[in-house]
């Protein structure tokens, strides 16, 4: 009896439509844990994009430009 309870149980997972959409709900709940999760972390600008260690070079840089250089160019007079 609990046998054929549980070849019963399997074939509507497998091959029904509440079969997939609780596969399709199943994985729905794990990305969304696991952008909550992301989302709580504190992560870097960079995390998550095709090219990470080139934009992570040129953020990092930009800690490099002194401020000085930066306000001199932003109060120069443009001549046309």
């Known amino acids: 009896?609990?046998?054929?309870?549980?070849?019963?149980?399997?074939?509507?997972?497998?091959?029904?439509?509440?079969?997939?959409?609780?596969?399709?709900?199943?994985?729905?709940?794990t990305e969304k844990h696991t952008l909550k999760r992301r989302e709580e972390a504190a992560v870097p600008p960079w995390v998550g994009y095709v090219e990470e260690e080139e934009m992570k070079k040129q953020i990092l840089a930009l800690s490099k430009v002194k401020i000085d250089s930066i306000l001199s160019y932003r109060n120069t007079e443009i001549f046309f």
């Open 1 to 29: 009896m609990i046998k054929g309870a549980q070849q019963l149980k399997h074939a509507v997972e497998e091959k029904s439509l509440i079969g997939n959409f609780t596969k399709e709900h199943e994985k729905f709940l």
